[in-house]
């Protein structure tokens, strides 16, 4: 019986899960949708995906939320691994569903606008198997955009930066170093506050 239970509650989870694309809220430069949601709480998990303008660069950036039906925050912004956990079934870990939707969501947003330039930093010092992740999506951007990674390096606090290009434009390639105006771009905490804030109140109500 509790193999049963069991078995029912993850194909429950999956439907659920299988629903982001019809739950997609677009923004624009912002692609929303609902990871995993508990009606009996009116609570709804969020993954953020965007961009978002500094000077000549784009800064891309993805992160989760929990909100409430009213469209109010009840968490800061998720960015790791072990965070994200805390708020989701022990049926969805396991089964590793999530990163793939991360994946198609950027793909999607890659789609509407594929900006020249393009910056990535860690919020925090990661380990090579806690990166996986980030290249994972930086080889999406290369393999299936046609964007050259240009440079990337550990900076001064131990975060990891990617900094990626177009291909096709010599001129901008060649000069690269000159147009990336990194010292216009603030920390990534504040990047994603800058990338999401305004969407909070556009999200759907479930009442």
């Known amino acids: 019986m509790r193999k049963l239970i069991r078995k029912l509650l993850k194909e429950i989870i999956e439907n659920k899960i299988d629903n982001w694309e019809e739950n997609i809220s677009d923004f624009g430069n912002?692609?929303?949708?609902?990871?995993?949601?508990?009606?009996?709480?009116?609570?709804?998990?969020?993954?953020?995906?965007?961009?978002?303008?500094?000077?000549?660069?784009?800064?891309?950036?993805?992160?989760?939320?929990?909100?409430?039906?009213?469209?109010?925050p009840l968490s800061d912004y998720i960015t790791e691994r072990n965070e994200v956990a805390k708020y989701i079934p022990n049926e969805i870990k396991n089964s590793k569903l999530i990163f793939p939707i991360i994946e198609n969501l950027t793909r999607?947003?890659?789609?509407?606008?594929?900006?020249?330039?393009?910056?990535?930093?860690?919020?925090?010092?990661?380990?090579?198997?806690?990166?996986?992740?980030?290249?994972?999506?930086?080889?999406?951007?290369?393999?299936?955009?046609?964007?050259?990674?240009?440079?990337?390096?550990?900076?001064?606090?131990?975060c990891t930066v990617w900094k990626l290009i177009k291909n096709g434009n010599t001129e901008k390639n060649k000069n690269m170093d000159e147009s990336y105006d990194i010292g216009g771009i603030p920390n990534p905490k504040q990047i994603l506050h800058d990338t999401f804030d305004w969407i909070l109140p556009k999200l759907p109500k479930f009442n």
């Open 30 to 72: 912002v692609l929303a949708t609902i990871i995993w949601y508990d009606t009996e709480n009116n609570e709804y998990f969020y993954l953020f995906v965007g961009l978002t303008p500094y000077g000549n660069v784009q800064s891309f950036s993805y992160c989760f939320m929990l909100i409430d039906k009213d469209g109010n």
């Open 108 to 158: 999607k947003l890659l789609n509407k606008m594929t900006p020249e330039e393009i910056y990535r930093k860690t919020i925090e010092p990661l380990t090579n198997n806690s990166l996986e992740r980030y290249h994972r999506i930086t080889n999406i951007m290369i393999n299936e955009y046609d964007y050259k990674l240009k440079e990337t390096y550990v900076d001064k606090d131990g």
